[in-house]
Each structure stands twice: as C-alpha cells, then as structure tokens.
C-alpha cells in the first residue's frame, strides 16, 4: 500500500525474522514495515516517532493503566533503566486501590517521567517492604509535572507518596492531594522518604483534614531515630535548593527529627519559599 505515512508507532516485545531471497542486507525485513513503497515515508524523524517500550530510543507515551503496568514490568521484571530517556502521561488513570508494586524496584528508574499536568490516583502499597511508593527508587533524572491524588502507602524504611527512595532524581511541580495516609518505621514522607539528593521545585502537599504522615520507629523497646517530615523524610547534604514548598499535612512521630515538611535537613542545603 503505497501513498501512506506511518508514525507514532509503539511496539511491544516485537522480534522480526525471515528468509526472503532479496533479502540482502535485512533492506525488505523491519521493525515497522518490510519495504517502505516509493511513495510512502515512514515518519519525518524516525528515531523519534517511531519508539519501543524498552526505552532504548525515543519518548515512550502511557495512556492507560495497562500502559503503566508495563513501563512499571519493563523497569521491575526487565531491568529497563531509561536512562537519558523521557516518559511521558498522556492521561489521567486511576490505579483504583489495586496493590501497587513500586517503579523502580531493584536497579531503579532513571529516566524523566513527565505527567504533562495529568494526575495518577487511587495508590495503594500495603505491607511491611522498604522502598515504596508509587516510585521506589529515582536515579539522576527527573519526576515532573505530576498529581497523585488519593494515596495510602505503609512500609518500614524509605516510604513517600511519589517515591520512598528519590535519591539523586529532581522532582519539579509535584502535587500530592486529597486523603493520604502514609505510614513506617522510618525515613517516613508525604511525598519522598529518605535521600532527597537534587532539586525539589514547586512541591505541594494539599490534602484533606483526616490525611496524616506516621511514623513509629520504637520497636521491641529500643528508641531509633525516626525522620519523618509533611515533604521529605530525610534531606541529604549537599548544596540543593528546596524552593516553593508547601504542606498542609499533619506529621505524627514517636521519637525525634519530626518536622511539618522535613524531618532532617543535612548541611549546605538551601530552603526558599517554605510553607
């Protein structure tokens, strides 16, 4: 079929195999399409509109609930890293209290996710793990521009609405709302648990009256240190700047370094415009 232009095709765990005898130099056998027509083109940019779920090239577009499970498979179960890649919302999805196994389990995400102003709602991680939250672990990029809206997260160390390990990834125009309620031992946030290491900008924490960050970290009646905090558990050192935060959550902690927005904050860090 010829007069066609084909783009903004995603493929999904795709293998392509033949035995043409023109086949010289795989030129009739692809991904997309095994010969394009002369009077057919695929894509303007092919690198960029044509785009697999193993984030090697591309910008990967989530749409669905179903789309997410399987970004979240191709980090967890894959080992799919997203490296310098960008992964982007499309629309709004509601994860309606399913039990959610954290992005980035394992070896982590370190990508950008960019949920382009849509919001994920309804998150539900029960259970006594580390690490957990809608992201587990972020690594060197970036979460943006995204609104978790309803939120029950329980865990023991690291535990956040948006992730429980946000580590060196900056997190831009983050909006965490409606009724939450976050629950561990510690490292305990209402957006990032433990290992806030970059730049956290325009950060808000808008939820209803009966929402709540808790953290209990006395255990068979030895006293730990308990890092809990309305944002960020636990802030590492290093020369970052907090700017436009803002929290209206109630914090509750049985021991020490319990803060409306951090529960620690570590030297040379900067704090501007805190609510």
């Known amino acids: 079929a010829e007069g066609n232009i084909v783009k903004n095709v995603t493929l999904s765990y795709t293998s392509v195999a033949g035995t043409y005898a023109d086949n010289k130099n795989n030129e009739n ?22 785009t697999k779920d193993d984030g090697k090239k591309g910008v990967t577009l989530i749409t669905n609930l179903e789309e997410l499970l399987a970004f979240a498979k191709s980090v967890n179960v894959d080992g799919v890293t997203y490296a310098g890649k960008t ?103 209402g957006v990032g648990g433990k290992n806030a290491y970059a730049n956290w900008t325009d950060v808000t924490v808008a939820v209803d009256e009966t929402s709540y960050v808790n953290a209990v970290s006395t255990e068979n009646g030895v006293a730990y240190r308990t890092y809990v905090g309305g944002v960020v558990g636990f802030n590492g050192e290093g020369g970052h700047t907090f700017k436009n935060i803002t929290s209206n959550i109630d914090v509750i902690g049985d021991v020490c370094d319990i803060g409306g927005v951090f529960g620690i904050a570590h030297y040379d860090n900067k704090f501007e415009n805190i609510t």
């Not at 399409?33 to 009077?39: E, I, L, P």
């Not at 309606?96 to 196994?101: G, K, P, V, Y």
């Not at 709602?121 to 309803?150: C, M, P, Q, R």
Request: glycine share 16%; net charge negative; proline share 2%.
């Open 87 to 189: 992964v982007m919302l499309g629309a709004d999805i509601d994860l309606a209290n399913m039990e959610w196994t954290p992005i980035g389990t394992g070896a982590g995400f370190y990508g950008t996710f960019d949920g382009q102003g849509h919001t994920i709602s309804n998150l539900k991680v029960t259970g006594n793990k580390s690490t957990v939250g809608l992201f587990a672990n972020t690594y060197n990029g970036e979460i943006k521009n995204l609104t978790v809206e309803n939120a029950t997260v329980s865990g023991r160390l690291n535990v956040g609405v948006v992730a429980g390990n946000p580590y060196t990834s900056k997190y831009t125009n983050i909006t965490v709302k409606g009724h939450v309620e976050v629950n561990g031992f510690a490292y305990v946030g």
């Open 29 to 50: 056998m692809n991904d997309i399409v095994g010969r394009v027509g002369s009077k057919s083109s695929v894509g303007a940019n092919t690198a960029d509109d044509i």
